[in-house]
């Protein structure tokens, strides 16, 4: 597996405001994810960041408002951007350590609240 | 469109009896499938997995069976555990030879009780 850190582990952010988050890895990974987890909810995929080129958004997910960046193959961010308390849940990162196999793991997660 | 279902959102058992979650899907491209586990205030932790190509697959006290015709899988654990107390949540994936992403259920509470 891998160890996976996220930052902040929670924030409460006022409407109208922005927050990032960071997803690291102790290991090198082609593939990055971005889940939300909205109370009571399932995870819902957001994006998939793949280092040196754009994120591939899902459905009903833009790039305006979660921008992604992929830096290197050990770190990606994202952003929530003109937050409203229809933001509010749980962000978790994963990564695939291209085994061959389509498991991956999670990050612990940042819950964000907004007011 | 809910792809992968889990339909009993809580279940109870009693320490050292077997805990059967259960999982259902409706994309017939799903080829890989996996549990995962999830305490409060962590993320998901994976469990164990099966590839369509298999009907069962055993890790411990961990066993995912997997029925392709009914689009059907479940998780066993025996035996249950206190420590096994959290959200279990089924996913699957299609398999395209790079890194693919992942549908998940809604996930069911499982409590163990002493």
């Known amino acids: 597996s891998a160890v996976i850190s996220q930052k902040p582990s929670r924030d409460i952010c006022q409407r109208g405001t922005s927050l990032t988050i960071q997803c690291q890895v102790d290991s090198q990974v082609t593939m990055m994810f971005w889940y939300r987890q909205q109370p009571g909810q399932s995870l819902t995929l957001i994006a998939t960041a793949n280092q040196g080129s754009e994120a591939t958004y899902e459905s009903g997910f833009v790039i305006d408002k979660f921008p992604i960046s992929r830096p290197n193959l050990t770190f990606s961010t994202l952003t929530v951007s003109n937050m409203s308390p229809e933001d509010s849940s749980i962000y978790l990162c994963?990564?695939?350590?291209?085994?061959?196999?389509?498991?991956?793991?999670f990050g612990p997660g940042t819950r964000l609240t907004v007011l | 469109d809910q792809q992968v279902k889990q339909n009993s959102p809580s279940l109870s058992v009693q320490e050292g009896r077997i805990s059967i979650l259960n999982c259902d899907y409706t994309n017939s491209m799903f080829d890989y499938f996996l549990w995962y586990k999830k305490y409060p205030a962590e993320g998901p932790t994976f469990l164990i997995s099966i590839s369509s190509i298999k009907d069962k697959n055993e890790d411990g006290r961990f066993t995912v069976f997997l029925n392709k015709s009914a689009k059907h899988l479940s998780l066993h654990i025996v035996p249950s555990q206190p420590g096994d107390s959290a959200v279990y949540f089924c996913a699957a994936s299609i398999n395209t030879g790079t890194a693919s992403k992942l549908t998940f259920g809604t996930g069911t509470r499982l409590q163990v009780t002493l």
């Open positions: 994963s990564v695939d350590l291209a085994k061959g196999e389509d498991t991956q793991y």
